[in-house]
């Protein structure tokens, strides 16, 4: 059936052309954020009974993590703080980020803010947010009659 079909690439090919040139002229390296804007990668996960929000903050100090909980958005912020140069040292390349970082996150479904707990190990922020009794839902058993 494709060779009964008129060849229709016409349409495409100044698009393709564009995106060739498009990644010929791009940087051997992936271009780098500035100092300071940077978000820490998340991973959001739900059960029956609570919201877990697990944050990656390599080279973070707890001292330097503030949690908060407003109106059924997680805002996790801090700062990572730059290691001391060394007079002598002279770099090739620098890849890591530092500087305040701020992510808010709104949350699937509605918590009891009371039970709220945060806790900081190896790098990475889990906070468990317990669903309120509303969230939960109420299974009703339905009887004989």
Known sequence: MRALMPWTGMKTFPKDIDRLFDRFFDPKWPAMPALGEWEP???VS????AVMVKAELPGVDQKDIAVS?????LTIKGEKHAEKEEKDERYHRIER?????YRTVPLPATVDTEKVTAT???G??????????????????VKAA
């Open 97 to 101: 980020s530092y500087g305040a970082f």
């Open 120 to 122: 900081f190990k190896d």
């Open 124 to 141: 990475v922020v889990t906070i468990t947010l317990p669903k309120a009794a509303v969230a939960k839902g109420t299974t009703i058993p």
């Open 69 to 73: 909980l407003v109106e059924g958005t």
């Open 46 to 49: 739900e059960t029956k009974d």
């Open 41 to 43: 990668t998340l991973d």
